[in-house]
């Protein structure tokens, strides 16, 4: 569920605070739930709701340009730092594909029950992702190197 979250808040105490959330809510609401098959992705699905909650009221919006000076050889944490900083600028859906993706460790097959779509959606989607990351780093001097 933090995962989930940190998709939407990119902030580890929001998420963990929408993860908690979470379970209250479901909890609370667990009699309404009508197909226990689906409970994954019901409880995937308020804490979406949740955290979009939380990113509206808590949060101020990324700003596009705050990438630091990149060197000639940036260091890990550079790198690090343009990538979750690109990822942010990504637009929601994209962004929260590739955190629970490559974040979160979640398979296809998880994505895809968490956000209510098939397997080859999660692919294109991650693929059209991938591609918008690349061209932003790019653009901020992080580009394929030798090309």
């Known amino acids: 569920m933090v995962g989930v979250a940190y998709a939407q808040l990119a902030d580890r105490h929001l998420a963990e605070d929408a993860a908690q959330e979470t379970f209250a809510i479901a909890c609370r609401d667990l009699a309404?739930?009508?197909?226990?098959?689906?409970?994954?992705?019901?409880?995937?699905?308020?804490?979406?709701?949740?955290?979009?909650?939380?990113?509206?009221?808590?949060?101020?919006?990324?700003?596009?340009?705050?990438?630091?000076?990149v060197t000639d050889e940036p260091s890990n944490d550079d790198l690090l730092t343009a990538v979750r900083e690109s990822v942010q600028r990504l637009p929601p859906s994209a962004r929260e594909i590739v955190v629970l993706r490559y974040f979160s460790a979640l398979s296809y097959a998880q994505i895809a029950e968490t956000l209510g779509i098939s397997p080859q959606a999660v692919h294109g989607r991650l693929t059209r992702a991938r591609r918008r990351l690349a061209d932003?780093?790019?653009?901020?001097?992080?580009?394929?190197?030798?090309s």
């Open 32 to 69: 309404r739930l009508k197909q226990a098959d689906k409970f994954a992705s019901w409880l995937w699905g308020i804490c979406r709701n949740v955290a979009r909650g939380l990113a509206r009221s808590k949060r101020p919006p990324v700003e596009a340009g705050s990438l630091p000076a």
């Open 136 to 146: 932003d780093l790019s653009r901020n001097g992080l580009g394929r190197r030798g």
